[in-house]
């Protein structure tokens, strides 16, 4: 067996890791818009970079037939990928969303890491019910002069309310009353945005959206409990 052989062999099996891999964190870890804009592509590339790319192309170059010691040098490599692989895994997965939290006007997807960097326990996030990432909002006053002080208060006393998990509650089935600012939000979006919004996402609850590494709006199913399509901010869309 030649070096292109070898090289054949070892890409065709990291590549059926990696499509194994891509399922596992398009439906459990970052289910739907959220492999776009929440780190699932970030992450995924450093995956790929690793399983696809550096171990078969080190075959490539240490394989040669009659070769001393060649199989020490396959068995380094597959290790070397191996961890590598298992090291970029464990990176997205702690970065995964455990928690959809709408609080306010806003949604906003919450890693573990973020709990821990409030001093609060990610492991709250467990009382609730539905697969990961929970579905959750904060509990306001039912008048909009409460709910509005608790924001501010929020936001001064750096207390945020996405992070107030003793006001969690569990999203409701087809209820729409927790979304009441939302004729606010669909003023403040750009108007291009709205027409949009209008014309294509039938029954869209319209929300802003706030992660690690996107913020802008979403459109919220009441039926189907998904985010079902996101729109960057003006400024984000504005960068080179």
């Avoid at 192309?57 to 037939?65: A, D, E, K, N, S």
């Avoid at 467990?126 to 904060?138: A, D, E, R």
Wanted: hydrophobic fraction near 45%; glycine fraction near 8%; charge should be negative.
């Amino acid at each position: 067996m030649n070096r292109w052989k070898a090289f054949a062999i070892h890409l065709t099996v990291s590549v059926a890791v990696f499509l194994a891999l891509l399922g596992v964190i398009i439906t459990v870890w970052y289910p739907g818009i959220l492999f776009n804009v929440d780190g699932g592509w970030n992450g995924l590339k450093l995956v790929m970079g690793v399983d696809v790319i550096l171990g078969p192309l080190l075959t490539l170059i240490v394989y040669r037939v009659g070769k001393p010691g060649l199989k020490f040098d396959l068995s380094c490599i597959v290790s070397l990928q191996v961890a590598c692989m298992l090291a970029g895994l464990w990176v997205v997965y702690q970065s995964r969303p455990i928690a959809l939290v709408f609080a306010y006007d806003t949604f906003y997807s919450l890693a573990a890491n973020e709990f821990e960097a409030y001093g609060q326990d990610p492991e709250v996030i467990g009382n609730f019910p539905g697969p990961s990432p929970k579905l959750i909002y904060t509990e306001l006053p039912d008048n909009d002069i409460g709910a509005d002080v608790a924001n501010i208060r929020g936001f001064f006393m750096d207390d945020p309310l996405f992070m107030q998990t003793d006001r969690y509650q569990p999203i409701p089935e087809h209820g729409t009353a927790i979304f009441r600012r939302e004729n606010a939000v669909r003023q403040d979006a750009e108007q291009m945005l709205r027409a949009d919004v209008d014309t294509r996402e039938e029954g869209c609850v319209l929300g802003r959206f706030v992660s690690a590494y996107a913020s802008g709006f979403v459109c919220y199913d009441p039926v189907t409990r998904n985010l079902t399509q996101f729109y960057a901010s003006q400024s984000e869309r504005e960068e080179p």
